[in-house]
């Protein structure tokens, strides 16, 4: 009987007592103001929210939590209400008691006394700062993404004005643009992996460089390096026409040969830190190989696009089976601050193959 009795008195309590409880413990701000824009109710979300305990909120007006330059919209709500309105959810910006501001989604429905009579408004406030803040991020990704692409166009458009002139076999056009635009998709999916935050020099190497085989005729050694996402994309442009010519003329071509890939951090003639970078690969010169000499898109790359991309300078030199090109460019221009990491010409890996 005493468990029932309990139970029946919960089924019968006041839906006033329900409905305080359940506003109460809302997660949304909820109160209530009179025609005037006193306050009348103040819940423990609103406290959260605004700063402001019950009792210092309840008997105030509700200006006290909008931004001067918004005060006219307390008036067209109250004008509403009179009517009987109900103002559906909006975004707006109140203040809270620290005068911070705090963007929120409001409803304003209007109160109604037994008589039928408008007496207030109470008012449901979510705060959606999170929700701006997610907004804010996406328009600035959107707008990235949207550069990039941009960026990425004007480089395949270069591809295929250079390639076009220097080729004049449709099918060899063709395999050399594919291989091109791969190449660039490679560096982009290394960006997008690390969310556009990057990527390691080493990773950028060994991911170029894949393609061809022959890992073991390939060591690299230098500093641990994150680059920038332009470094990573004109960087990964020179690796795959260094990759290509030595794949067909070089160390990894069929000829036995060997790659080594370096790069240390230096104090330039101005003082500022740069980086310098050397591909290095010898291959034995058989009778009736000849090495092409012919300067085409790649060789615009290494000797031009690529340093000029990362205000720096490169040479590219050859001879009978040897090849070099060295990278000199400003650190700031290659890699990816990081905040109270000092890196050094010693901060280095040892050398070791793919």
């Known amino acids: 009987m005493t468990e029932l009795a309990g139970i029946g008195a919960l089924t019968v309590a ?26 009348t109710s103040w819940n423990g979300a609103a406290q959260r929210m605004f700063g402001y305990t019950s009792e210092e909120a309840v008997g105030r007006s509700i200006l006290m939590l909008i931004p001067d330059h918004l005060r006219d919209e307390e008036a067209d709500i109250i004008g509403r209400v ?11 910006v109140r203040r809270r008691k620290d005068g911070t501001l705090v963007a929120v989604s409001l409803t304003v429905s209007p109160i109604r006394n037994e008589a039928g009579e408008i007496i207030g408004a109470s008012k449901i406030a979510r705060d959606i700062t999170a929700t701006k803040e997610s907004e804010r991020r996406i328009r600035l990704l959107m707008r990235e993404v949207n550069h990039r692409v941009k960026n990425q166009f004007a480089v395949i458009l270069s591809m295929v004005r250079e390639t076009g002139r220097r080729s004049t076999d449709p099918r060899e056009f063709e395999e050399l643009i594919r291989a091109r635009i791969m190449a660039l998709s490679r560096s982009h999916d290394l960006l997008v992996n690390s969310e556009w935050a990057g990527a ?8 170029h460089l894949k393609p061809f085989g022959h890992e073991d005729r390939i060591s690299l050694s230098g500093p641990l390096l994150t680059l920038q996402s332009n470094a990573v994309q004109n960087l990964g442009m020179a690796f795959h026409e260094l990759g290509t010519n030595s794949s067909k003329y070089g160390a990894l071509s069929g000829a036995a040969g060997r790659l080594e890939i370096t790069w240390q951090i230096v104090t330039g003639v101005s003082g500022g830190r740069e980086i310098h970078l050397l591909w290095d690969e010898t291959s034995p010169v058989h ?12 060789t615009i790359v290494l000797q031009r ?22 990278l000199t460019a400003p650190l700031d221009s290659i890699i990816v601050p990081q905040l109270g990491v000092e890196i050094t010409a010693t901060d280095s890996v040892p050398a070791f193959g793919l």
């Open 82 to 92: 009179r009517n009987g309105e109900r103002v559906a959810s909006y975004e707006t």
């Open 14 to 39: 006041p839906a006033g007592a329900w409905l305080a409880a359940i506003v109460d413990s809302s997660f949304d701000a909820i109160i209530s103001k009179d025609l005037n824009s006193v306050i």
């Open 305 to 326: 696009v690529t340093p000029q991309s990362l205000n720096g300078s490169a040479v590219l030199e050859r001879s009978a089976g040897h090849l070099t090109w060295e």
């Open 200 to 207: 390691s020099l080493f990773d950028l190497i060994q991911e």
């Open 287 to 298: 009778a009736g190989q000849a090495e092409s000499t012919r300067k085409g898109f790649g």
